[in-house]
């Protein structure tokens, strides 16, 4: 009788330790998956910036994960370590990423938006829709740079944008109230956030507004390197992590 507890009990314990250390190894895979994972959201405070996490994933050119609807070219699949790349695999040219965008902006029933401008970075490319009649920003979207997919860009645009963005129309401040901020305060606290934090580079003078924030180019000696984008309420500042190198662009101030 003796025996047969103590089998039991040995039972026990080892059951105990099998579900303890499933349990840890759960929470470790668990934190290991969210590590890359994308920022929670801004940081409060003028002084301080919350870059967004999201890697390459699986495209080639650096879209994010939710991907977007097709523009150019159908998505093709990735491309292993020993294979040649075909001429369908070739990278849309920036003038194919711009007929992209207009495509994605006429598909989604945006017949007031145009195309402000079109920036090549090294992992994706970067347009402005903005409103035809009272010329402010609308979207910030990316396109894939090998199937031309389209998509809204993470980050200020999805989270702080009061009239396209994820809250939808008008929910925040009435879909473009009166800011708080202005277009040179704007680029006053680009530039202290920079000085504090990217001391090598300079707010463009230019501001891209939109509803709820402004988007500005970073400089680096003179030249475009990235962008942040500013809250137009309390300051905040959002630096862009995922685009890579700046390449070129067409419209914007070049088309000035």
């Known amino acids: 009788m003796k025996t047969v507890l103590w089998i039991g009990l040995g039972l026990v314990v080892v059951m105990a330790l099998v579900v303890a250390g499933l349990g840890a190894g759960w929470a470790l895979w668990g934190r290991q998956l969210w590590a890359g994972g994308p920022a929670a959201g801004p940081v409060a405070g003028p002084a301080y910036a919350q870059g967004c996490g999201w890697g390459r994933s699986g495209s080639r050119s650096g879209m994010p994960w939710w991907g977007g609807e097709s523009g150019a070219r159908p998505e093709s699949p990735p491309i292993g370590e020993d294979e040649v790349p075909s001429e369908e695999d070739a990278e849309l040219s920036i003038e194919e990423a711009h007929e992209a965008v207009e495509q994605y902006l006429r598909s989604r029933g945006y017949a007031d938006l145009e195309v402000a401008e079109v920036m090549a970075f090294e992992h994706n490319y970067y347009a402005i829709a903005r409103e035809h009649e009272t010329g402010v920003g609308a979207m910030e979207l990316l396109v894939d740079r090998q199937s031309g997919a389209v998509g809204p860009e993470m980050g200020p645009n999805m989270m702080w944008n009061e009239r396209y963005g994820m809250h939808g129309r008008g929910m925040?401040?009435?879909?473009?109230?009166?800011?708080?901020?202005?277009?040179?305060?704007?680029?006053?606290?680009?530039?202290?956030?920079?000085?504090?934090?990217?001391?090598?580079?300079?707010?463009?003078?230019?501001?891209?507004?939109?509803?709820?924030?402004?988007?500005?180019?970073?400089?680096?000696?003179?030249?475009?390197?990235?962008?942040?984008?500013?809250?137009?309420?309390?300051?905040?500042?959002?630096?862009?992590?995922?685009?890579?190198?700046?390449?070129?662009?067409?419209?914007?101030?070049?088309?000035?």
Not at 179 to 190: F, H, N, R, T
Not at 191 to 210: I, K, M, V
Not at 240 to 247: N, P
């Open 172 to 256: 925040m401040r009435g879909g473009g109230g009166a800011s708080a901020i202005g277009p040179d305060q704007a680029v006053e606290i680009a530039q202290r956030w920079l000085d504090a934090n990217r001391p090598s580079l300079s707010a463009d003078e230019h501001a891209d507004r939109f509803y709820g924030y402004y988007t500005i180019h970073t400089l680096e000696d003179g030249e475009i390197e990235g962008m942040l984008s500013v809250h137009d309420g309390t300051g905040q500042v959002w630096y862009h992590t995922w685009h890579g190198d700046f390449l070129g662009m067409i419209g914007g101030e070049e088309a000035h």
